[in-house]
C-alpha cells in the first residue's frame, strides 16, 4: 500500500527515537513508541522490562495502554504509533487487537536482531506450526476447551471486541 | 517434539478452562490462563480487556505478568503456561519473551476464530511482509533509528533481556 508520509510523522517518528535514547539511561531497552492522532500526541512509552520486571513492558504495549486509559477504550481505531523499531510479534498482535490504523518505524527486525533482541528469530517461530517451534506447544486433545465458547455464544450481555 | 502429558497438566489446564467460564460472567472474554512450574499453580488470570479497556489485557500476558511481579523477574524459563485456547500472537510473542519453556492449551485458532476472534487472521497477517498486510506499516528510511541501538552498545550498565 502507497502511504504519503507527512512531515508530522517525521517529526513524531524521531520522538519516539528521544524517547528510546532518554529510555537507556533510564534502566529500559532501547525502543520507544508514541501513539497520536492527526499529529496529535496521545501517549508514550520508552522500554520498562527490566526495570519493571514485566516481560510485556515493551514500548509499544505501554504506550497503547496508556491511550487507551485515557481515551477509556480498548479501540484505537484511527489512531497511528510510531516505534523507534519494528514492533516484535507481541507488539505486533496488540497492535492488531487494539484496531490501530497505521504504524511508522525506523529500525527494521534485522538492526534489533543485530543489538542482540530476539524479534527476527520470533517472527520465524510464529510462522511455522507449533509442534515444530523452539519452545513446547503441545495441544491436549482430550481436554475439551470448546465449552467455553458455547457459553459465550449463549451469553447475551457479551461485549465482542 | 514429543511431550509426555502428565495428569497434573490436564488437571491444570482444566483449572483454566474454569476460569475462562467464570471469566466470562465477570464481563471478561472467552479465555483463561495459569502459570505452573512442576504443577505448582503461580498465578491465574481472566480475560479482562473489556472491563479493563486494554486491549492487551489477554488471559495469558495478565498471567504472566501476575507470575513476574509476584517472583520479581521478567524471566520465565522453567515455567509453563496452560491456556483454554492456543494463545494469539501477540500472548505468543509474551511467552517468547518470558522466556516460558512449555505451552499447554485445548481450543485451537480455528475455534477462536469461529466464535469471532481474530487470531487466526493475525497469525496469517505476521507471517507476511509488511507491505503487504492489511494495517499500514510504513519504515520511513530517511529517518534513522539506529543512533539508538549504537548506544545501547556504549551504554556499560545495560542489562540485557
Chains 1, 2 share one sequence.
Not at 510464529?126 to 517451534?133: H, M
Amino acid at each position: 500500500m502507497e502511504v504519503r508520509i507527512k512531515k508530522i510523522d517525521r517529526k513524531i517518528l524521531k520522538r519516539a527515537i528521544e524517547i528510546a535514547l532518554d529510555g537507556i539511561e533510564k534502566g529500559g531497552g532501547p525502543f520507544g513508541a508514541v501513539i497520536a492522532k492527526n499529529g496529535k500526541i496521545i501517549s508514550e512509552s520508552n522500554n520498562e522490562v527490566v526495570n519493571s520486571t514485566d516481560p510485556t513492558a515493551h514500548a509499544e504495549i505501554l504506550a497503547i495502554r496508556r491511550a487507551c486509559t485515557l481515551l477509556g477504550t480498548h479501540n484505537l481505531t484511527g489512531y497511528d504509533l510510531y516505534a523507534s523499531c519494528e514492533p516484535c510479534p507481541m507488539c505486533l498482535g496488540a497492535v492488531y487487537w487494539s484496531g490501530i490504523s497505521r504504524v511508522f518505524y525506523a529500525s527494521g527486525r534485522g538492526d534489533a536482531a543485530k543489538a542482540g533482541f530476539g524479534d527476527e528469530l520470533f517472527y520465524e517461530e510464529l510462522s511455522i506450526s507449533p509442534e515444530q517451534r523452539r519452545i513446547v506447544f503441545c495441544r491436549i486433545n482430550d481436554v475439551d476447551g470448546n465449552e467455553v465458547f458455547k457459553l459465550w455464544e449463549r451469553y447475551e450481555k457479551r461485549i465482542r471486541y
